[in-house]
Every structure is written in structure tokens, then in C-alpha cells.
């Protein structure tokens, strides 16, 4: 889903483009830890809306500096939303990245599940946004790419591991788009924690920017798009992009997690001995298949069916967002498999941004306004982080194991040499008996001479 260029004349309309604000703009300003963030995207018009819309003003109005957003209900009425930042059609994928996924992809690194998720009409640019590779120019890269960049270099080959599985969720079944023939992933909840886990999907392990690359093309080759009146390359399934990360930490001091016996009592250690932390946490990268009406996008045959899926898949999230922002006693989870697969990612452990594209065309007031609200409702859902963070006792157990062995070779080689000693000074005390004897004797032999000398 390719974004347009600039506007040209009509561009003076609008509001000039801010001077940029730190990403800490939009991960700090919140008083409430752990709510939803909510960007919104406007795509530039297209080569068609230019030439059909060319009369009418656009359906939004942006005021990044106010970060608000005005929908245009006629030409004399207008409705004012807030949101956490909002994007012209000029910015950039870097500062989209920064301001959106950069703060979620720190916290994933610092031990916290995290989720990246696109929402909108299709055509609005939601692809481009998370998935574009950036082959032609770098500077086009998407948040997908960038965010595995900050990953990596964030972390330690000799220790560290990144892992990846990519999925597509196609007629409500899930799909493995790295390994085609997995067709039907189940979805598993732990009763306990309520983690979800994809049991038989593929995990390669990625080591380098390339690896990772080869695996997004691969597995984009396999998601399912089609030719619709809104757009040349509609994807027909939710995209989901599982980034695993296991990450070893600064080692506690050993006498803030003391060891302790049989008998509760602290075990005295050597004072630079540390308990080893692992952080194992997950970021979840989703791009949503657009949401179009049936009418519009001229849908029909298998096709329909797909819109249908897709729709319904949709609404069922929408639902669950509404009673997550409604503090409703029951949560609609289990309606759809995409709302089973996000329940980490609204009312869950995971922080997570969302950003919602919308496209100018005043022909698609209704559908932007539904995106709108959608953003607003989502901003309501509070997220409880938690640290995903374990002590590796396996790994203070070998240290364990090589400083015990380092101390009995230490004591094997004391006792040697104290052997060694003892054996040496007895040798030497017997040598000096003898010398003592032997000048006894001496000293005896010449006495008696000299008694005799004097008799």
C-alpha cells in the first residue's frame, strides 16, 4: 500500500507542519501507566482522489501542533477528537517509528511484552506504515524493520537470542505464512497467567538484519491479497509478526536475593557472586486487514467471503475494546481468534500502541469516522505491565559447580605443596640429625684425644 507524495497547491490549507517533538512526548505525558497509545495517520490523496476529488475539501483537518484531528461532517459542521500524536501526510517513517513503536520496542527490551498494531480503512496505508522494507530507499523502511534494527543492536550474540514466527489469520484460522503447509495453529491459553502460545508455529532464530529480511519476504509471498475498487494489493488476512526475546540482564548483587539452606538459614557465598537474570519477553507487530464496505470496495464470489471474515473479525475486536474502555464485567475474548491472539495487547500485560491510518477522501466520511472511534474508544483500555523477568538458577548452579571445582583443584594443589613442604623440612631435619651426629661424634673422638694426651 504505497504512500502518495506531498499535495501539492491545496497543501496550503492545512496546517503548517510542527517542529518535532521528542518521542517522549507521546510515551510520558500519560497519567495512567500502561493505557493504550493512539496515533493517527493521514495518507496523502492518491492519483484518483486528485483527479475526482479535485472540487471538494478533505473529509479531516489535522492540528499536529494541538495533536487533534477535525472531521468535517458537512461544510459548516465539524467534530474535534484528541489523540496522543498525529501525523501529516509529510511525515515521516522515521519519526512515525520513534514517536509510536520506539517506546514499546525499549520497554520490550527492559523485560515487558509489548504490542505495535495497525488499524483503518484498506488503502489507508496501514502496510506501509508497519511492513515496508525500504529496498529501494531506506528511508521508506516500516516500523517492522526498524524495530528489529534497535533490537539487535541491542543485544549480546555470545548470550542473548531473538527468535521470530510469522502468521497470517486467514477465514478465522491461523496460518503459518514461514511454513505454508501449517494451515491450522491452535491457540493455547495458560489457565494461570492467561499467556497465549502457538504450539507447532515455525521459530527460526535470527542473527542478523539480512536473515530477518529474507524471512518477512518470504513470509509476505505467502499472506493472501487481491485487487479491490480501494485498492491494487488488498491484504485479505491479519498479518502477525511474533518477535521473541530472551535477553540477560546486569546480575543482581548477591545480597539482595540471598541463598538459603535446608534449614532457611542464609548461606555464607563468596562476596562476588551474583544470581544471573533472564528477561523473556515478546513483541507482537500486527497489521490488521482493512476494514471496507461491501458496496465500495466491489467485493464479490470468494472475495466477499474474505471482506465477511475480515469484517466480522473486526467488529468482534471493536466489541471487545468497547467493554475493556466500559469496565464491563464481561469481555467478549472469545468471539473471534483475533481477539484471543490481542488479549495481551487490550487489558492485558502489554504495552501497546496503536495507530490508526484514515485517508482524506470526503467518499469515505463514514468509513474515517469509524476509524476515529475506534482510536478514541481504544485510548480508554488501561494495560497492567508486568516484568517478564526470571533469576537463572541453572546458570548460577554451573558457576557454582566451576568455582567448587576451581576451589578443590585450589585445595589439591595447597595440599600438595603442603606435602611437598612437609616432606622437603623432614628431609631436611633428618639431613640435619645426621650433620648433629656426626659432629657429636667428632667432638666426642677429639675429647677423648686430648684426655688422653693429658694423662
Not at 526475546?245 to 535446608?262: A, C, R, Y
Request: hydrophobic share 35%; charged share 25%.
Amino acid at each position: 500500500m504505497p504512500m502518495g507524495i506531498m499535495r501539492g497547491a491545496g497543501a496550503s490549507s492545512k496546517p503548517s507542519y510542527p517542529a518535532r517533538r521528542p518521542s517522549s512526548a507521546f510515551k510520558d505525558d500519560s497519567a495512567v501507566a500502561g493505557r493504550v497509545r493512539v496515533a493517527v495517520r493521514l495518507r496523502p490523496r492518491n492519483a484518483e482522489e486528485v483527479a475526482t476529488d479535485a472540487d471538494f475539501s478533505d473529509c479531516v483537518e489535522l492540528q499536529p501542533e494541538l495533536r487533534r484531528l477535525k472531521l468535517r461532517k458537512n461544510i459548516w459542521n465539524s467534530e474535534t477528537f484528541q489523540f496522543d500524536e498525529v501525523f501529516t501526510e509529510t511525515a515521516s517513517q522515521k519519526r512515525v517509528y520513534e514517536v509510536v513503536a520506539k517506546p514499546v520496542v525499549e520497554s520490550v527490551l527492559n523485560g515487558y511484552n509489548g504490542t505495535v498494531m495497525a488499524y483503518g480503512q484498506t488503502g489507508t496505508g496501514k502496510t506501509f506504515t508497519l511492513g515496508q522494507l525500504g529496498a529501494k530507499d531506506p528511508a521508506d523502511r516500516g516500523i517492522i524493520v526498524r524495530a528489529l534494527e534497535d533490537i539487535l543492536a541491542n543485544m549480546n550474540p555470545a548470550l542473548d537470542i531473538v527468535t521470530v514466527s510469522y502468521l497470517q489469520l486467514y477465514l478465522e484460522t491461523v496460518q503459518d505464512l514461514l511454513a505454508p503447509e501449517k494451515d491450522n495453529i491452535p491457540i493455547v491459553e495458560d489457565p494461570k497467567s492467561g499467556d497465549v502460545s502457538l504450539p507447532g508455529a515455525t521459530v527460526v532464530q535470527v542473527h542478523d538484519h539480512k536473515d530477518f529480511v529474507q524471512l518477512l519476504q518470504t513470509g509476505e509471498a505467502n499472506r493472501f491479497a487481491a485487487n479491490t475498487k480501494l485498492n491494487t494489493e488488498s491484504s485479505r488476512s491479519h498479518a502477525i509478526l511474533l518477535i521473541y526475546i530472551k535477553k540477560s540482564v546486569t546480575e543482581k548483587k548477591e545480597n539482595e536475593f540471598p541463598l538459603l539452606n535446608k534449614n532457611g538459614s542464609s548461606l555464607q557465598l563468596s562476596k562476588n557472586l551474583s544470581v544471573p537474570a533472564i528477561r523473556k519477553s515478546k513483541l507482537l507487530i500486527v497489521d490488521l486487514a482493512g476494514s471496507e464496505r461491501i458496496d465500495k470496495s466491489g467485493s464479490d464470489g470468494h472475495t466477499l467471503e474474505e471482506a465477511k471474515s475480515i469484517n466480522l473479525s473486526l467488529t468482534a475486536l471493536g466489541k471487545c475494546i468497547n467493554a475493556l474502555a466500559e469496565n464491563s464485567s464481561h469481555i467478549p475474548v472469545r468471539d473471534s481468534k483475533l481477539t484471543r491472539l490481542l488479549r495481551d495487547s487490550f487489558g492485558g500485560t502489554a504495552r501497546t500502541s496503536l495507530v490508526v491510518t484514515v485517508g482524506p477522501s470526503p467518499r469515505h466520511q463514514g468509513e474515517t469516522a469509524s476509524t476515529i472511534m475506534f482510536g478514541q474508544r481504544a485510548m480508554k483500555v488501561e494495560n497492567m505491565l508486568k516484568l517478564k523477568e526470571e533469576f537463572d538458577y541453572k546458570s548460577l548452579c554451573r558457576k557454582l559447580e566451576s568455582k567448587v571445582d576451581i576451589l578443590i583443584a585450589q585445595n589439591e594443589n595447597v595440599s600438595k605443596l603442603a606435602l611437598d613442604t612437609k616432606q622437603d623440612l623432614e628431609k631436611k631435619l633428618e639431613e640435619s640429625q645426621k650433620s648433629l651426629l656426626e659432629v657429636e661424634k667428632k667432638l666426642a673422638t677429639s675429647f677423648e684425644a686430648n684426655m688422653m694426651g693429658i694423662v
